[in-house]
Protein backbone atom coordinates (compact mmCIF):
# COMPACT_ATOMS: atom_id res chain seq x y z
CA UNK A 1 0.00 0.00 0.00
CA UNK A 2 1.23 3.74 -0.55
CA UNK A 3 0.81 5.60 2.52
CA UNK A 4 1.13 9.52 3.26
CA UNK A 5 2.28 11.16 5.89
CA UNK A 6 1.20 15.27 5.56
CA UNK A 7 2.53 17.84 7.69
CA UNK A 8 0.31 19.19 10.35
CA UNK A 9 -0.78 22.62 9.39
CA UNK A 10 -3.05 23.51 12.26
CA UNK A 11 -1.78 26.33 14.42
CA UNK A 12 1.30 25.14 16.37
CA UNK A 13 0.95 21.67 15.25
CA UNK A 14 4.43 20.44 15.62
CA UNK A 15 3.70 16.22 15.75
CA UNK A 16 3.96 14.22 13.30
CA UNK A 17 2.19 11.17 12.18
CA UNK A 18 4.65 8.81 11.49
CA UNK A 19 8.12 8.70 13.22
CA UNK A 20 10.94 7.23 10.78
CA UNK A 21 11.05 4.35 12.80
CA UNK A 22 7.42 3.66 11.56
CA UNK A 23 8.38 4.13 8.62
CA UNK A 24 11.08 1.75 8.71
CA UNK A 25 8.13 -1.33 9.91
CA UNK A 26 5.65 0.10 6.98
CA UNK A 27 8.80 -0.43 4.49
CA UNK A 28 9.91 -3.99 6.08
CA UNK A 29 6.14 -5.29 5.82
CA UNK A 30 6.70 -4.31 1.90
CA UNK A 31 4.66 -0.93 1.86
CA UNK A 32 5.84 2.33 0.39
CA UNK A 33 5.70 5.72 2.62
CA UNK A 34 5.88 8.99 0.99
CA UNK A 35 6.31 12.01 3.90
CA UNK A 36 6.37 15.73 3.11
CA UNK A 37 9.42 17.65 3.73
CA UNK A 38 10.09 18.80 6.74
CA UNK A 39 7.25 17.29 8.10
CA UNK A 40 9.25 16.66 11.65
CA UNK A 41 11.61 18.79 11.15
CA UNK A 42 10.42 21.09 14.23
CA UNK A 43 10.79 17.68 17.17
CA UNK A 44 14.33 16.89 15.33
CA UNK A 45 12.71 14.66 12.86
CA UNK A 46 14.75 15.54 9.69
CA UNK A 47 14.54 14.44 6.36
CA UNK A 48 17.50 12.26 5.87
CA UNK A 49 16.16 10.51 9.20
CA UNK A 50 13.36 9.71 7.12
CA UNK A 51 14.70 8.76 3.56
CA UNK A 52 17.25 6.10 5.78
CA UNK A 53 14.04 4.54 7.14
CA UNK A 54 13.10 4.13 3.48
CA UNK A 55 10.94 7.10 2.87
CA UNK A 56 10.38 8.96 -0.10
CA UNK A 57 10.54 12.67 0.29
CA UNK A 58 7.39 15.01 -1.60
CA UNK A 59 7.37 18.52 -1.66
CA UNK A 60 3.89 19.32 -1.01
CA UNK A 61 1.07 17.58 0.86
CA UNK A 62 -1.55 18.28 -2.24
CA UNK A 63 1.17 15.54 -3.78
CA UNK A 64 0.65 13.11 -0.81
CA UNK A 65 -3.32 13.49 -1.18
CA UNK A 66 -3.24 12.92 -4.66
CA UNK A 67 -1.26 9.52 -4.65
CA UNK A 68 -1.56 8.13 -1.16
CA UNK A 69 -3.67 4.84 -0.61
CA UNK A 70 -3.90 5.73 2.73
CA UNK A 71 -2.94 9.27 4.56
CA UNK A 72 -1.46 8.55 8.34
CA UNK A 73 -2.19 12.32 10.73
CA UNK A 74 -2.34 13.60 14.05
CA UNK A 75 -4.89 15.98 13.91
CA UNK A 76 -8.39 16.32 12.29
CA UNK A 77 -8.07 17.36 8.45
CA UNK A 78 -8.53 21.23 7.30
CA UNK A 79 -11.41 21.93 5.32
CA UNK A 80 -8.81 22.34 2.03
CA UNK A 81 -7.43 19.00 2.76
CA UNK A 82 -10.71 17.22 3.46
CA UNK A 83 -11.46 18.51 -0.18
CA UNK A 84 -8.31 16.64 -0.99
CA UNK A 85 -9.16 13.54 -0.35
CA UNK A 86 -11.34 10.78 -1.99
CA UNK A 87 -13.65 7.75 -2.10
CA UNK A 88 -11.21 4.57 -1.92
CA UNK A 89 -8.78 6.36 0.20
CA UNK A 90 -7.97 5.63 4.23
CA UNK A 91 -7.87 8.42 6.42
CA UNK A 92 -6.24 7.24 10.43
CA UNK A 93 -6.00 10.06 12.28
CA UNK A 94 -8.05 11.60 15.55
CA UNK A 95 -11.22 13.01 13.97
CA UNK A 96 -13.78 14.36 17.02
CA UNK A 97 -16.20 14.73 14.67
CA UNK A 98 -19.33 14.84 17.26
CA UNK A 99 -17.73 18.77 17.71
CA UNK A 100 -17.04 19.55 13.83
CA UNK A 101 -19.97 19.32 11.72
CA UNK A 102 -17.89 20.98 8.97
CA UNK A 103 -15.16 18.27 8.71
CA UNK A 104 -18.08 15.69 8.97
CA UNK A 105 -19.56 17.37 6.18
CA UNK A 106 -16.64 17.50 4.08
CA UNK A 107 -15.77 13.85 4.43
CA UNK A 108 -18.49 12.48 3.58
CA UNK A 109 -19.21 14.21 0.76
CA UNK A 110 -15.18 13.09 -0.01
CA UNK A 111 -16.13 9.45 -0.02
CA UNK A 112 -13.12 8.41 2.00
CA UNK A 113 -13.22 5.74 4.54
CA UNK A 114 -12.30 7.18 7.76
CA UNK A 115 -10.72 5.95 10.77
CA UNK A 116 -10.79 7.62 14.19
CA UNK A 117 -7.65 6.96 16.62
CA UNK A 118 -10.20 8.23 19.95
CA UNK A 119 -12.72 5.43 19.08
CA UNK A 120 -10.71 2.58 18.51
CA UNK A 121 -11.05 0.07 21.14
CA UNK A 122 -9.31 -3.14 23.08
CA UNK A 123 -10.70 -6.01 24.39
CA UNK A 124 -11.85 -4.73 28.06
CA UNK A 125 -13.20 -1.32 25.85
CA UNK A 126 -10.52 1.19 26.63
CA UNK A 127 -9.19 3.35 24.23
CA UNK A 128 -5.92 2.69 23.68
CA UNK A 129 -5.36 5.26 20.97
CA UNK A 130 -6.14 7.90 23.06
CA UNK A 131 -4.90 7.25 26.14
CA UNK A 132 -1.30 8.38 25.42
CA UNK A 133 -2.38 11.88 24.57
CA UNK A 134 -4.98 11.71 27.38
CA UNK A 135 -1.80 11.26 29.59
CA UNK A 136 0.12 14.13 27.96
CA UNK A 137 -3.03 16.37 28.07
CA UNK A 138 -4.11 15.41 31.71
CA UNK A 139 -0.22 16.53 33.11
CA UNK A 140 -0.13 19.54 30.71
CA UNK A 141 -3.16 20.82 31.92
CA UNK A 142 -1.90 21.14 35.43
CA UNK A 143 1.08 22.95 33.78
CA UNK A 144 -1.02 25.28 31.71
CA UNK A 145 -3.48 25.82 34.67
CA UNK A 146 -0.48 26.70 36.93
CA UNK A 147 0.98 29.08 34.58
CA UNK A 148 -2.44 31.18 34.20
CA UNK A 149 -2.99 30.97 38.04
CA UNK A 150 0.02 34.23 37.41
CA UNK A 151 -1.00 37.45 37.66
CA UNK A 152 0.84 38.47 34.67
CA UNK A 153 -1.76 36.09 33.01
CA UNK A 154 -4.68 37.14 34.30
CA UNK A 155 -4.67 34.57 36.96
CA UNK A 156 -4.96 35.34 40.69
CA UNK A 157 -1.52 35.08 41.45
CA UNK A 158 -0.80 31.80 43.49
CA UNK A 159 1.66 29.70 43.62
CA UNK A 160 -0.20 25.90 43.14
CA UNK A 161 1.97 24.31 45.52
CA UNK A 162 2.44 27.50 48.05
CA UNK A 163 5.29 27.32 50.24
CA UNK A 164 5.66 26.87 54.17
CA UNK A 165 3.24 28.89 55.94
CA UNK A 166 1.15 29.95 52.90
CA UNK A 167 -1.87 27.51 51.59
CA UNK A 168 -1.63 25.97 48.21
CA UNK A 169 -3.98 26.64 45.57
CA UNK A 170 -7.14 24.52 45.58
CA UNK A 171 -7.27 22.26 41.88
CA UNK A 172 -10.83 20.47 41.32
CA UNK A 173 -10.80 17.71 38.64
CA UNK A 174 -14.20 16.43 37.21
CA UNK A 175 -13.41 13.36 35.50
CA UNK A 176 -11.49 10.23 37.20
CA UNK A 177 -10.73 8.90 33.78
CA UNK A 178 -7.20 8.79 31.96
CA UNK A 179 -6.99 12.87 31.41
CA UNK A 180 -8.69 13.15 34.96
CA UNK A 181 -6.07 11.10 37.10
CA UNK A 182 -3.37 12.34 35.48
CA UNK A 183 -3.98 16.19 36.33
CA UNK A 184 -4.76 15.16 40.04
CA UNK A 185 -1.54 12.90 40.49
CA UNK A 186 0.44 16.03 38.88
CA UNK A 187 -1.76 18.35 41.03
CA UNK A 188 -0.63 16.43 44.07
CA UNK A 189 3.22 16.18 42.78
CA UNK A 190 3.79 19.88 42.79
CA UNK A 191 1.56 20.18 46.47
CA UNK A 192 -2.10 21.37 45.52
CA UNK A 193 -4.60 20.49 47.35
CA UNK A 194 -6.38 18.34 44.81
CA UNK A 195 -10.31 16.65 44.49
CA UNK A 196 -11.33 14.68 41.89
CA UNK A 197 -15.19 14.40 41.04
CA UNK A 198 -16.14 11.33 39.14
CA UNK A 199 -19.57 9.24 38.90
CA UNK A 200 -18.10 5.89 39.28
CA UNK A 201 -17.80 4.37 42.82
CA UNK A 202 -15.54 1.74 41.98
CA UNK A 203 -13.07 4.48 39.94
CA UNK A 204 -13.55 6.67 42.89
CA UNK A 205 -12.42 3.63 45.49
CA UNK A 206 -9.79 2.96 42.92
CA UNK A 207 -8.09 6.35 42.94
CA UNK A 208 -8.59 6.56 46.75
CA UNK A 209 -6.80 3.34 47.42
CA UNK A 210 -3.90 3.43 45.39
CA UNK A 211 -3.07 7.36 45.80
CA UNK A 212 -2.62 7.21 49.33
CA UNK A 213 -5.18 10.04 50.63
CA UNK A 214 -3.34 12.40 48.35
CA UNK A 215 -6.17 13.16 46.32
CA UNK A 216 -9.40 13.60 47.44
CA UNK A 217 -12.39 11.75 45.70
CA UNK A 218 -16.22 13.19 45.54
CA UNK A 219 -19.22 11.42 43.85
CA UNK A 220 -20.34 14.18 41.00
CA UNK A 221 -23.62 15.92 41.46
CA UNK A 222 -24.70 18.99 40.41
CA UNK A 223 -24.20 20.16 43.96
CA UNK A 224 -21.13 18.72 44.56
CA UNK A 225 -19.77 20.70 41.36
CA UNK A 226 -21.19 23.86 42.64
CA UNK A 227 -19.90 23.25 46.15
CA UNK A 228 -16.01 22.77 44.77
CA UNK A 229 -16.18 25.71 42.62
CA UNK A 230 -16.51 28.35 45.12
CA UNK A 231 -13.64 27.17 47.09
CA UNK A 232 -11.29 26.54 43.37
CA UNK A 233 -8.64 28.14 42.38
CA UNK A 234 -7.85 25.54 39.11
CA UNK A 235 -10.77 23.39 37.89
CA UNK A 236 -9.53 20.52 34.96
CA UNK A 237 -12.71 19.30 32.81
CA UNK A 238 -11.96 15.76 32.10
CA UNK A 239 -15.33 14.35 30.98
CA UNK A 240 -15.33 12.05 28.13
CA UNK A 241 -17.69 10.22 26.62
CA UNK A 242 -16.43 8.25 23.14
CA UNK A 243 -17.14 9.98 20.23
CA UNK A 244 -19.80 11.81 21.45
CA UNK A 245 -20.18 15.34 22.60
CA UNK A 246 -18.87 16.46 25.59
CA UNK A 247 -21.86 17.55 28.44
CA UNK A 248 -22.02 20.72 29.34
CA UNK A 249 -21.28 20.64 33.59
CA UNK A 250 -19.81 23.86 34.46
CA UNK A 251 -22.71 26.34 33.27
CA UNK A 252 -22.63 29.94 32.72
CA UNK A 253 -24.43 30.71 36.15
CA UNK A 254 -22.09 29.04 38.01
CA UNK A 255 -18.94 30.96 36.88
CA UNK A 256 -20.31 33.30 39.92
CA UNK A 257 -19.73 31.10 42.35
CA UNK A 258 -15.96 31.13 41.43
CA UNK A 259 -13.01 33.80 42.74
CA UNK A 260 -11.75 36.42 40.45
CA UNK A 261 -9.11 35.03 38.68
CA UNK A 262 -10.01 31.77 39.18
CA UNK A 263 -8.50 29.01 35.96
CA UNK A 264 -10.34 26.48 33.93
CA UNK A 265 -8.76 24.21 32.08
CA UNK A 266 -11.23 22.54 29.32
CA UNK A 267 -8.89 19.51 28.11
CA UNK A 268 -12.84 18.01 26.51
CA UNK A 269 -12.84 21.23 24.05
CA UNK A 270 -12.21 18.26 21.38
CA UNK A 271 -15.59 17.01 21.93
CA UNK A 272 -17.16 20.49 22.34
CA UNK A 273 -15.61 21.17 26.25
CA UNK A 274 -17.82 20.37 29.10
CA UNK A 275 -18.01 24.19 30.14
CA UNK A 276 -20.92 26.13 28.92
CA UNK A 277 -18.64 29.13 28.23
CA UNK A 278 -15.83 27.34 26.58
CA UNK A 279 -15.09 27.83 23.20
CA UNK A 280 -11.73 26.68 21.19
CA UNK A 281 -8.41 28.07 21.14
CA UNK A 282 -5.41 27.74 19.90
CA UNK A 283 -1.41 27.98 21.16
CA UNK A 284 -1.17 31.11 19.85
CA UNK A 285 -3.92 32.43 21.87
CA UNK A 286 -4.81 30.25 24.42
CA UNK A 287 -6.87 31.90 26.73
CA UNK A 288 -9.80 34.18 27.47
CA UNK A 289 -11.30 35.63 29.98
CA UNK A 290 -15.41 34.99 31.07
CA UNK A 291 -17.25 37.00 34.10
CA UNK A 292 -13.49 36.95 35.44
CA UNK A 293 -12.77 33.57 35.10
CA UNK A 294 -9.67 32.82 33.14
CA UNK A 295 -10.39 30.29 29.92
CA UNK A 296 -7.74 27.93 28.89
CA UNK A 297 -9.38 25.73 26.12
CA UNK A 298 -6.65 24.64 23.16
CA UNK A 299 -8.22 21.68 20.90
CA UNK A 300 -4.57 20.41 20.60
CA UNK A 301 -2.93 20.76 24.10
CA UNK A 302 -0.21 18.05 23.35
CA UNK A 303 0.91 20.07 20.65
CA UNK A 304 2.83 22.24 22.87
CA UNK A 305 5.13 19.23 23.70
CA UNK A 306 4.92 17.49 20.52
CA UNK A 307 8.41 15.53 20.49
CA UNK A 308 7.20 13.62 23.89
CA UNK A 309 3.75 13.84 22.55
CA UNK A 310 4.52 12.36 18.91
CA UNK A 311 6.40 9.20 20.31
CA UNK A 312 4.00 8.31 22.52
CA UNK A 313 1.45 8.35 20.11
CA UNK A 314 3.16 6.56 17.60
CA UNK A 315 3.44 4.00 20.00
CA UNK A 316 0.37 3.23 20.43
CA UNK A 317 -0.62 4.30 16.70
CA UNK A 318 2.03 2.05 14.88
CA UNK A 319 0.72 -1.75 15.18
CA UNK A 320 -2.59 -1.04 13.88
CA UNK A 321 -1.34 1.50 11.13
CA UNK A 322 0.69 -1.72 10.04
CA UNK A 323 -2.41 -3.89 10.51
CA UNK A 324 -4.50 -1.64 8.66
CA UNK A 325 -2.05 -1.31 5.35
CA UNK A 326 -1.15 -5.12 5.57
CA UNK A 327 -5.09 -5.91 5.14
CA UNK A 328 -7.12 -2.60 4.54
CA UNK A 329 -10.83 -3.26 5.72
CA UNK A 330 -10.26 -6.90 6.60
CA UNK A 331 -8.38 -5.37 8.87
CA UNK A 332 -11.74 -3.58 10.44
CA UNK A 333 -13.42 -6.68 9.78
CA UNK A 334 -11.20 -8.72 11.81
CA UNK A 335 -10.94 -6.79 14.85
CA UNK A 336 -14.19 -5.49 16.54
CA UNK A 337 -12.02 -2.90 18.87
CA UNK A 338 -10.53 -1.43 15.56
CA UNK A 339 -14.25 -1.21 13.70
CA UNK A 340 -15.12 0.52 16.23
CA UNK A 341 -12.58 3.39 14.79
CA UNK A 342 -14.49 3.47 11.67
CA UNK A 343 -16.67 7.09 11.55
CA UNK A 344 -17.02 7.11 7.67
CA UNK A 345 -17.13 4.57 5.15
CA UNK A 346 -18.02 6.32 1.73
CA UNK A 347 -20.80 8.66 2.39
CA UNK A 348 -21.81 6.98 5.16
CA UNK A 349 -21.79 7.85 9.36
CA UNK A 350 -20.66 4.61 11.46
CA UNK A 351 -20.00 5.68 14.83
CA UNK A 352 -23.47 6.33 17.02
CA UNK A 353 -22.14 8.66 19.32
CA UNK A 354 -21.44 10.76 16.11
CA UNK A 355 -24.76 10.91 14.51
CA UNK A 356 -26.54 11.52 17.24
CA UNK A 357 -24.68 14.60 18.38
CA UNK A 358 -25.18 15.97 14.12
CA UNK A 359 -28.43 14.59 13.58
CA UNK A 360 -27.27 11.83 10.57
CA UNK A 361 -28.86 8.47 9.79
CA UNK A 362 -26.14 5.73 11.53
CA UNK A 363 -25.09 2.88 9.68
CA UNK A 364 -23.68 -0.18 11.47
CA UNK A 365 -20.07 -0.43 10.61
CA UNK A 366 -19.72 -3.96 9.46
CA UNK A 367 -22.82 -3.39 7.08
CA UNK A 368 -21.08 -0.86 5.78
CA UNK A 369 -17.97 -2.33 4.92
CA UNK A 370 -19.56 -5.72 3.70
CA UNK A 371 -22.16 -3.95 1.50
CA UNK A 372 -19.84 -1.60 0.01
CA UNK A 373 -16.97 -2.55 0.51
CA UNK A 374 -14.01 -0.97 -1.59
CA UNK A 375 -10.74 -1.16 0.40
CA UNK A 376 -9.88 -5.00 0.60
CA UNK A 377 -6.45 -5.68 0.98
CA UNK A 378 -3.07 -4.22 0.55
CA UNK A 379 -2.04 -2.94 -2.93
Same mark, same amino acid.
Given at each position: ?38 ? /? &???? !?????? =? $????? +?? *?? %? ?62 ? /? &???? !?????? =? $????? +?? *?? %? ?233
Amino acid at each position: MLIGVPKEIKVHEYRVGLTPAGVRELVANGHTVMVETDC /G &AAIG !LDNDAY =V $AAGAE +IV *AT %AEEIFARAEMIVKVKEPQPHECRQMRAGQLLFTYLHLAADPEQAELLLQSGVTAVAYETVTDRI /G &ALPL !LAPMSE =V $AGRLS +IQ *AG %AHCLEKTQGGNGLLLGGVPGVEPANVVVIGGGVVGLNAARMAAGLGADVTLLDRSLPRLKDIDETQGGRIKTLYSTIDAVERCLATADLVIGAVLIPGAAAPKLVTRDMLSLMKPGSVLVDVAIDQGGCFETSRATTHAEPTYEVDGIIHYCVANMPGAVARTSTFALTNATMPYVVQLANGGIDALLANDGFLAGLNLHRGQLTNAAVCEALGYRFVEPRAALTENSHITSAA
